[in-house]
């Protein structure tokens, strides 16, 4: 379902359309000073207003596939770093080698090396005087996780008895694996940006405070006022349409 942002794009520009069709029916009649407010300009700005949507309504799709893949892309990776993390504890090495390739793992998978306290028990440490509270230490972030996985193949690297047969554990494999997702990521990054510059332009022509097409429309009509009076016919067609400021 659309955002009522979305819709309110459209709705202005449809009553814009409408504003124009009165217009053109004033015939010579309406002949504004105001060059901004002229009918040809009129014409312009609801073109311009549709051109700056249908971008971002393009661009839309773009931005969710990207989000889409990578999100596929990302999902094996938690039970495949906890296999390379067995893959370390099952070969002859320093306890605190696998200590560290759990530390990675953990980032990696957003777990905790203590657990989260309870309700109950954060009562009972505060009725004892210890205020504590629980801290978020996830780092779950796509950003946070490349980064610590780079970071855990750089480990593994160093490690030299980590020679797995299996080829998904290789750090060949891993390091591709790394490559493709920070592709998949950066994706995401560029359309979300792609995305957000359109979205700008769009508000900029939708609903800048003076050059605007809300405002335009709003001139449009304080001049049919001025022109034909508030109890006319003629700008009763025209009062009705509404135009409202919309961001997203």
């Known amino acids: ?59 839309v799709p773009a931005y969710k596939n990207a989000v889409a893949e990578r999100k596929v892309a990302f999902e094996p990776l938690s039970k495949l770093i906890t296999r390379v993390l067995n893959a370390v504890i099952a070969i002859d090495t320093a306890p605190q080698v696998v200590e560290n390739v759990r530390f990675f793992t953990r980032k990696i998978q957003g777990k905790r090396a203590v657990a989260k306290k309870t309700d ?35 480990f593994l690297a160093t490690i030299p008895q980590y020679k797995p047969n299996e080829a ?19 994706a995401v990054l560029n359309t979300r940006i792609l995305l957000s510059n359109a979205r700008i332009a769009r508000n900029n022509t939708l609903y800048h405070k003076t050059t605007g097409l809300v405002s335009t429309a709003n001139e449009t009509k304080a001049y049919a006022k001025s022109l034909f009076g508030v109890t006319t016919p003629q700008y009763r067609q025209i009062s009705k349409l509404q135009f409202r400021a919309y961001r997203m």
């Open 1 to 59: 379902m659309a955002s009522k942002s979305e819709t309110g794009h459209a709705k202005n520009v449809a009553n814009f359309d409408e504003l124009i069709s009165f217009v053109t029916g004033y015939g010579a009649a309406y002949n504004p000073s105001n060059a901004a407010i002229k009918l040809a300009a009129l014409k312009t700005a609801v073109t311009n207003a549709k051109n700056a949507i249908n971008v971002v309504d393009g661009m």
């Open 168 to 186: 998904d554990l290789k750090l060949a494999s891993l390091t591709s694996l790394c490559n493709t997702l920070q592709i998949k990521n950066a």
């Open 120 to 154: 109950e028990e954060l009562q009972i440490l505060a009725m004892q005087g210890k205020e504590t509270r629980n801290i978020s230490v996830s780092q779950m972030s796509y950003d946070s996780r490349l980064d610590n996985l780079n970071k855990l193949i750089k």
